[in-house]
């Protein structure tokens, strides 16, 4: 019923953009903390940006500048854009929502996005 699906990624040259787009359904996904992670071959998933139902925006330090995070609660939608963009962001992008409210703690994984820089 829960499902978190990503679009947007592809194949981009250095300094190019992308914008990552995390569609949900089966949730109340205004009440649910929403993040983007990322990982790359032989790298553990890191944390990439994170929004929470109120709207505070959290980044890694490798991406503050470049990465923004939003949502549009009525879209239900979580968007990543990318600028900038370099070698090292290569990794297959997840979709994350955690919920916390009316009921217990569940978090939900989207089937990831590939996104690859070229240099």
């Known amino acids: 019923q829960v499902q978190l699906v990503e679009s947007g990624g592809g194949l981009v040259q250095a300094g190019g953009s992308l914008r990552l787009s995390c569609a949900a359904s089966?949730?109340?996904?205004?009440?649910?903390?929403m993040n983007w992670y990322r990982q790359a071959p032989g790298n553990q998933r890191e944390l990439v940006a994170g929004?929470?139902?109120?709207?505070?925006?959290n980044y890694a330090d490798s991406v503050k500048g470049r990465f923004t995070i939003s949502r549009d609660n009525a879209k239900k939608t979580v968007y990543l854009q990318m600028n900038s963009l370099k070698p090292e962001d290569t990794a297959v992008y997840y979709c994350?929502?955690?919920?916390?409210?009316?009921?217990?703690?569940?978090?939900?994984w989207g089937q990831g996005t590939q996104v690859t820089v070229s240099s």
């Open positions: 994350n929502a955690v919920k916390q409210k009316l009921g217990p703690r569940f978090t939900f």
């Open positions: 089966g949730i109340v996904f205004s009440i649910c903390d």
């Open positions: 929004i929470t139902e109120g709207g505070s925006t």
